[in-house]
């Protein structure tokens, strides 16, 4: 083996052992005890609060099945049914946020925009910790506010609750 | 010889010894005479027939032949698994649609069986303003009294929700308040009219509008039986009397009757005299109103519509004609019975039904819904509703077209706050005799008002303790001093760092103690409800305890005109100035409007259009009228979900805590208010979908000497309790709120020098850094 070569092995064992070595560990920092008198502040706790529930109670399944028979109706631009249908699944379940996501497009479509923002805000309310309504009713503010100026499509015929 | 004698025998003579010629010329001179009154006669009655003809063509010759009542009706109740049917009220609302207890089976629409453990119901056709709704069987299967499950008894299917109809409120009559729903002869079952005809009318389709076999006939019976059993009246002038003419006997109106009934059946054809007739006539009285046509008198004495009545039914109604109230199955069960079974005895001798119809016909029990006056149902509220609709339509349209008026009333929470008025009114009235004004002339009156805040729902409505003896409504017309229940929207300026002048958290502390501040060129300083000052308080501490002192430091440091900027965007029309009273609500608003202004609490920053008419529909079903939700943004979330935070607070312990010890549960948020002097007591409170607005007090302003908490609060809690379930649900909560243990009295940060600690809302970014520093529990310092 040549000089060189030999120096380049030792140069790489050398360099090896120092960058595989794992560090050394910290100490952990030493708990003093508190001096007689002396107040330990406790950090801030914050939490937030609960989101609605969005539950599957016979309230809001009747409240659903009256979101449902409104799709259809809208589905078949019946617009009108449509919109009864949506009303009567938000007064049957006040906190049901897809049915007033659902008022708030049947109103974009018959071109009410100003009543279909302030209804998607109250289905933004009452949907914020669905990740996939969200992202539904972003899509629809963009089309309302003409973000995107885009027909809107038609309400897929299946929905996730 | 007397003069007389002598005078008449000259005349004689003289008669005999006319000569031809003179005879001659009085035969001319009658004979003119009588070709005059002849042709003035014949004048005269082409005349009087043109004007029957003109009269005849102008009110039975067009489409529409009555004056239809528009009909007010309630919003539709729906059922799920899980309603209380007890709570609800369920039997009572069927009773009122029209719905018969019929024992143990149902058989058809209208009727409904309560069995141990279920309630079937076979629900009504409706005709809803986009929907055509045809009605089934349904069974409602029970536990105890709560729904467990829906079937659709028709096809087993398991139902989520079972759809009731609207229940009529109200009829807006012209002058001669006949009830009536019209019909086409196709409707009308053919045992009914075979029934009419052979007991009114025998000869009907043989006559010429008068019969005079018909009336030789009913003379002969009068005579034999020495009183007036029998009519001659045919059909035609029965129709033509109610119709045209008046109810009062006289020789003049017969005479009219006869005249216009040949007039008519020379013009029409005998299906629609038929139908007019069927149309027509008069079938008892309702209240005020009258029950008019076979269809009303068919929904009102056996909850049917008229082409669902059985052979017996068809029997008793054609019986019924005669005298209407004396046979009258609601109040004469076994009159009605035997004049029943005389009319099917008739149909079977005239063999136009067979001897089983009969056998089975005559022991049908006659099965009525239970009688139902509609007068008086939620007057204040059909005043409203007839207010607004008077904009819309002349009020002879309201009185003759038969419009359908929707409108958003839960005819259950309406009989609720009708109940809770007047009993709590009376039950304060004797609590608290020794405070009220003694020998006060007028009543204390109350008002209560319930709206449902996500959609803008007015669904209660009662403007006054008695309707009887006062109609005017204090729901939408009064105006009163709010006093505190306005202070909430001080507290939503403040804490909305956009349109406050000062950033306020809930904890913030503010100096309750005395100022004076000129106000119009005055002097102004607040005083406390308890006469004290609090010192330094926390925001909270000063709206749970309704402090007006630190309100009104509060409101001076967010900027006045932004105060009365923020009531104006909850829709307070009312003049607000911006002077220092304000923040105690010092001026003047309409309740219905405090009541809509606090829905934006629980609608999180949203403002719902209130709305009592959804929709106005023609006879024919088209829809005039399509009122829809409506709602925007008018504050942000974060500031409106801290004060309603804020405002549950006032419930849990303030100044309604009350409302807890009198066993209202579940969450909810709400104000007290009172006035200077104690002039109004009023309480607006909310859960997350429902609001209540109550206000007690006198309509000259006399000072009562209570509280909200004392007089308005307890009727709020009684109406609560019957209609909204204890909330298990919170508010929702915006995105950027945060929740942070603090000192209750400082507004620090608690730690654990200050124990006594709450969970406060703050915007994220503006919790508080600072850690209480109380020095005076040393006992309670952590050492680890």
Known sequence: ?161 | MPIRSKYRKEKKEKKRGRTFREKARLFWRVLKIAVVVFIIAAVSIWYYLGRLDKMIEEKFDQPRKWNLPSRVLSDADYFYPGVDTLKRKLIDKLDRLGYRNVGTAISGPGDYAQLPNQIDIYLHDFSYPHEEFKGFPVRLSLEGTVITDITNLADKESLSVMKLEPEEISSIFDERMEDRTVVTLKDVPPALIESIVLIEDERFFKHRGVDPIGILRAMGANVRAMRIAQGGSTLTQQLVKNFFLYPKKSILRKLNEMLIAIEIERHHTKGEILEAYLNEIYLGQRGASSVSGVAEAAKYYFGKNVNQLSIGECALLAGMIRIPNEYNPLKHKDNAVARRNFVLKRLFDAELINKDEYEKAKVEPIISPKPVVRVGRAPYFIDFVKQQLAVLYPQEILQSEGLRIFTTLDMSAQLAAEGVVTRDLEKLEKANASVLPKDHAEPLQGVLIAMQPGNGYLRALVGGRSYQDSQFNRATQAKRQPGSAFKPFVYLTALDPRMSKTSFTPASTVDDSSFSVESGGKEWSPKNYDKKEHGTVTLRAALEQSLNIATSKIAIDAGLENVVETAKKAGISTPIDAVPSLALGAFEVIPIELAAAYTVFPNGGIFAEPISIMNVVTSKGEVLENKTIKMGRVFDAQPVYLTTNIMKGVVDHGTAASARAMGFDGIAAGKTGTTSNYKDAWFVGFTPNFLALTWVGYDDNAVMNMSGARAALPMWVDFMKEMAPPSVQDFPSPPDIVLVKIDKESGKLANSKCPDDIEEAFIEGTEPTEHCDKTDKASDVETY
């Open chain 1, 1 to 161: 083996m040549s000089k060189p070569i030999r120096t380049l092995i030792f140069l790489f064992l050398i360099l090896f052992t120092f960058t595989a070595c794992p560090p050394a560990a910290k100490k952990p920092p030493v708990k003093k005890p508190p001096k007689q008198g002396e107040v330990r502040e406790k950090p801030k706790e914050v939490t937030r609060p609960g989101q609605p529930s969005q539950v599957l109670t016979p309230q809001r399944k009747a409240s659903d099945r009256l979101v449902d028979k409104g799709k259809t109706s809208l589905d078949a631009k019946n617009y009108d049914q449509a919109l009864q249908l949506f009303q009567d699944a938000a007064n049957v379940d006040p906190s049901n946020g897809v049915a007033y996501y659902y008022l708030a497009l049947t109103d974009h479509y018959l071109g009410e925009q100003n009543t279909a923002a302030g209804l998607l805000d109250k289905a933004e309310s009452l949907l914020r910790s669905d990740q996939y309504w969200m992202g539904k009713v972003e899509e629809l503010r963009a089309l309302i506010t003409g973000e995107k100026p885009q027909v809107a499509p038609l309400p897929p015929v299946v929905d996730q609750y």
